[in-house]
């Protein structure tokens, strides 16, 4: 919480960052926000370090930064260095230094861990201040070309990254975060021992507020006829209706550090299957039953899903690109049985989701190319949220296009297709 405390001012900048690097050179002691997952955070406050790779050619350079969970295939945040870019240059002045502080934070906005730290990134900024900078536009393509190079990286590339060692805090990092404004006072905190779908779900519900009222979020929704929950969350659009089913684990050392990747492959598929089943049992259930008398904490209320279309939603803590055709498969399946639209997203990946498509009209269109996509072909793909190319007046914008090297794809969207979601309200 040291700078969330210390500079309200920038606290408001990290706000508006979804997720990622960004440098702050003008405080008393130069500071590196990193925002990310919550096992990204953990990862680093137990490892007390991390690496950053320098992936440069003529044209491109990324700063990739690595949390090794595992030893091959770590968790990682792609940072371009851009052309005529604020945070590009800022990040550039930071690279000078080193001796500095790194303020992680996650999706919600929360500082987990603070401290002073320590790495050579000067030997990265004499690679690269010299060269010319890419465009927006060449570092779309960078980011891919960076991730595809770091996943067949060589012991070579390992040695040659740079080594950042978390020194000491400069808040305690076991604290516990309560928030007021709910009126369910939820409370959170890095490690979670236990309830680790509690927390997850009240996150979600968190995240969704970007795009709905709070009125229309049902958390945690309990029929009154026979006390079994009805869904993890329901949201209420003015013509669609969110089902969302979510599954988590604990994120503790043992979860986070000493599961293999294997393993966590294989639990990932099982949460998945799990939330699938529990949500296409809610979405017939509620086909047979379209008002449903529930009780939300202390209070009753009707829910009443006539004449609306029901979309659901699943999301799990991690997924894997190298089995997206088996998630896929399952995913299909549960779409013939409820008769219904379902997407699916690791935590991460909806939290991006939310901050781009911050509106119910932006996000209920996404949803719907997402799975018009999947349907056509045949494999729902893994979205990279961008930053719009093209600025002559238009906002960003939003279209499924597929990703080289790896089942994944882009999700942008533009003013003039918005045009096109009129389609899904009629």
Not at 187 to 199: C, F
Not at 218 to 244: C, H, M, R, W
Request: charged share 25%; with cysteine.
């Amino acid at each position: 919480m040291y700078l969330t405390l210390n500079h309200p001012d920038l606290f408001r900048i990290v706000q508006m960052l979804p997720c990622g690097l960004i440098a702050f050179n003008h405080i008393k002691k130069p500071t590196l926000v990193i925002k990310t997952s919550k096992e990204a955070i953990l990862t680093a406050k137990i490892n007390r370090e991390f690496k950053i790779y320098l992936y440069q050619t003529t044209s491109a350079c990324v700063l990739v930064s690595a949390f090794f969970d595992d030893s091959d295939s770590p968790l990682f945040i792609t940072t371009p260095i851009v052309r005529d870019d604020q945070h590009s240059l800022d990040l550039l002045r930071f690279l000078i230094n080193n001796d500095f502080t790194i303020c992680f934070f996650d999706e919600l906005n929360r500082e987990f861990l603070s401290v002073n730290a320590t790495g050579n990134l000067v030997s990265i900024f004499e690679s690269i201040h010299l060269m010319p900078l890419p465009s927006p536009e060449e570092a779309h393509n960078a980011l891919n070309e960076a991730e595809f190079w770091f996943s067949l990286r060589s012991a070579a590339d390992d040695e040659s990254s740079i080594q950042v060692s978390l020194l000491d805090n400069l808040f305690p990092d076991d604290f516990v975060i309560y928030d007021l404004s709910s009126n369910k006072n939820d409370m959170t905190s890095l490690v979670r021992e236990t309830k680790p779908g509690y927390y997850q779900e009240a996150d979600i519900a968190k995240l969704l507020t970007r795009a709905f009222s709070l009125e229309s979020i049902y958390q945690n929704p309990v029929k009154t006829s026979d006390s079994k929950e009805l869904a993890d969350v329901v949201v209420f659009g003015q013509k669609e209706i969110l089902i969302i089913q979510a599954k988590d684990s604990e994120n503790n050392q043992k979860q986070v550090l000493e599961v293999s990747l294997d393993k966590k492959c294989a639990k990932s598929s099982k949460k998945l299957s799990e939330a699938l089943a529990q949500l296409t049992d809610t979405i017939l259930t509620i086909s047979n039953t379209p008002i449903v008398d529930v009780r939300v904490g202390k209070k009753k209320c009707t829910l009443n899903f006539e004449g609306k279309q029901l979309i659901g939603i699943v999301v799990v803590k991690e997924l894997f690109n190298d089995i997206y055709d088996k998630y896929s498969q399952k995913v299909f399946e549960h779409v013939e049985l409820s008769k219904a639209p379902i997407v699916f997203f690791d935590y991460p990946e909806f939290a991006r989701m939310t901050f781009h498509c911050n509106s119910e009209e932006l996000l209920l269109y996404a949803l719907h190319r997402i799975f018009s996509s999947a349907i056509e072909n045949g494999m729902y793909k893994r979205l990279r949220f961008t930053q719009p190319i093209i600025t002559d007046g238009h906002d960003s914008y939003f279209r499924i296009q597929n990703r080289p090297h790896s089942d994944e794809a882009y999700l942008i969207c533009t003013e003039d297709e918005m045009k096109l979601s009129n389609k899904f309200k009629d």
